[in-house]
């Protein structure tokens, strides 16, 4: 009896030491990501465009841009309850050439939003499960302009998932930039996501594309347009614990992206 009373001891105390190192694991990378993330460096100086610009030029800039302020909340979509809330810190980075004639004919030579070579437009995600749906909205105010991006996106599952099964979810986003003169620039999304969880892990797989409607003005008599429609895949992995949770995905639109979110709810 007594043997069995310290088995039973000491099993209850690796359970309780495992889930200590969980959550200090958990929380140590959260204050990781969550440095990573908030140094990750924005919008420092208003776009302008070059009168030697072309066409050809606006339109790769111009879904560049759609691609970096996609209102992605790095999260599978997925029916997430009535009772369900999220709030965190995201950012999507974009591999940038800064000596690509359509990046110079776009941004001052003296702007900052490139640092080394990716650029990184930092949010605030909010996500709220709405019963069958869940909502998300984000916004970005960029220090040192006036440049401001925000968006929201609307997940509606179209197959629940089981423990043995996937969940189907289909997600429609918007975004937009404001604060810039020459640069007026919108982007819709309409994604499917397949997803399972798997213990503290969620795979998750999408499709989908991604809209652009663009203009730029040039000088007061020239003013340029685009209107883009490209596919988007993502591959994305959700990690929850105790606190935070940490999701990080991989979307190939008009070029290879990464995005990272660490965030709090339940």
């Known amino acids: 009896m007594d043997r069995a009373r310290s088995e039973r001891g000491l099993a209850a105390s690796g359970r309780f ?3 200590i190192y969980a959550c200090r694991f958990s929380r140590q990378l959260g204050a990781h990501l969550a440095a990573l993330l908030i140094a990750l460096p924005a919008f420092a100086q208003d776009i302008s465009f070059d009168p030697s610009i072309t066409q050809a030029e606006f339109s790769k800039f111009s879904r560049v841009i759609a691609q970096g302020i996609f209102a992605t909340p790095v999260a599978p979509a997925r029916s997430s309850g009535l009772l369900s809330f999220d709030i965190g810190i995201a950012a999507t980075a974009l591999e940038i050439d800064k000596n690509a004639s359509y990046w110079q004919h776009s941004v001052p030579a003296s702007s900052d939003f490139v640092h080394g070579s990716y650029a990184a437009v930092p949010r605030l995600v909010v996500t709220k499960g709405i ?3 869940t ?22 599952p179209m197959i629940r998932g089981t423990a043995a099964t996937p969940e189907l979810a289909l997600r429609a986003s918007y975004a937009t930039v404001t604060g810039v003169d020459v640069l007026k620039l919108k982007t819709y999304g309409l994604e499917a996501f397949l997803s399972k ?9 999408a499709y989908g594309r991604m809209r652009t409607d663009s203009r730029g ?12 429609d490209d596919s988007r895949w993502t591959l994305g992995l959700r990690f929850s614990l105790l606190f935070p949770k940490i999701a990080i995905e991989a979307t190939q639109a008009v070029q290879r992206s990464y995005a990272a979110k660490i965030s709090v709810g339940f």
């Open 197 to 205: 969880g798997f213990g503290p892990l969620m795979p998750y797989v």
């Open 135 to 156: 909502i998300s909205g984000s916004y970005a105010k960029f220090s040192s302009s006036g440049v401001k991006t925000y968006g929201g996106a609307l997940d509606l």
């Open 217 to 228: 003005t040039v000088a007061p008599a020239l003013t340029l347009r685009d209107r883009g």
């Open 131 to 133: 019963g069958a749906a």
């Open 17 to 19: 030491a495992h889930r």
